[in-house]
T-cell receptor
Framework: GAVVSQHPSRVICKSGTSVKIECRSLDFQATTMFWYRQFPKQSLMLMATSNEGSKATYEQGVEKDKFLINHASLTLSTLTVTSAHPEDSSFYIC????????????FGPGTRLTVL | QQQVKQSPQSLIVQKGGISIINCAYENTAFDYFPWYQQFPGKGPALLIAIRPDVSEKKEGRFTISFNKSAKQFSLHIMDSQPGDSATYFCAAVNNNAGNMLTFGGGTRLMVKP
């Protein structure tokens, strides 16, 4: 089955530092990847849509200069949280759309970010 | 504006019972309705999905019922097991608008032994 990995699974950083999260589709090509943010006991909120080789599309209210997204290949997208602050602490989840499997999005295991 | 409303927020069911989770949507452009299961600290996993041209889809113990005119769909988990205890999210997709998932608020299901 389609597998999506995320790295790291958990990261703790100091306020003001930047953190990069990788999302990889392991056995399929993903022209589109999505980044979500999930607070405890809440639903997933879409942050941005990432298309291979083009600029990401950010949802309203998401700062594109703070959450940098790069989708350099058909199997890798990265989310960089710049100048992280405690309020950025959350569970970040990516999903990848299999270009040959209509509609299906496969989710990564998530990355728990804690900013001290 | 919450485009997909999900209820209940939490649900407790005895082992062997039927778990029922309901969702309602506003946007008639939605044309794909998946359900996801999420365990604590993990990403969501696709459970079952339906398109609006059918009224019911069954896969094992999981059944989706879909009412297009009422703009409602529901997940039924038959013979619920303690291992089914998780958070369930319904979602809706508009295939003509980028295939983005619009999630419901989630239902925390607990199946008691």
């Amino acid at each position: 089955g389609a597998v999506v990995s995320q790295h790291p699974s958990r990261v703790i950083c100091k306020s003001g530092t930047s953190v990069k999260i990788e999302c990889r589709s392991l056995d399929f090509q993903a022209t589109t990847m999505f980044w979500y943010r999930q607070f405890p006991k809440q639903s997933l909120m879409l942050m941005a849509t990432s298309n291979e080789g083009s600029k990401a599309t950010y949802e309203q209210g998401v700062e594109k200069d703070k959450f940098l997204i790069n989708h350099a290949s058909l199997t890798l997208s990265t989310l960089t949280v710049t100048s992280a602050h405690p309020e950025d602490s959350s569970f970040y989840i990516c999903s990848a759309e299999d270009r040959f499997s209509y509609n299906e999005q496969f989710f990564g295991p998530g990355t728990r970010l804690t900013v001290l | 504006q919450q485009q997909v409303k999900q209820s209940p927020q939490s649900l407790i069911v005895q082992k062997g019972g039927i778990s029922i989770i309901n969702c309602a949507y506003e946007n008639t452009a939605f044309d794909y309705f998946p359900w996801y299961q999420q365990f604590p600290g993990k990403g969501p996993a696709l459970l079952i999905a339906i398109r609006p041209d059918v009224s019911e889809k069954k896969e094992g113990r999981f059944t989706i019922s879909f009412n297009k005119s009422a703009k409602q769909f529901s997940l039924h988990i038959m013979d619920s097991q303690p291992g089914d205890s998780a958070t369930y999210f319904c979602a809706a997709v508009n295939n003509n608008a980028g295939n983005m998932l619009t999630f419901g608020g989630g239902t925390r299901l607990m199946v008691k032994p």
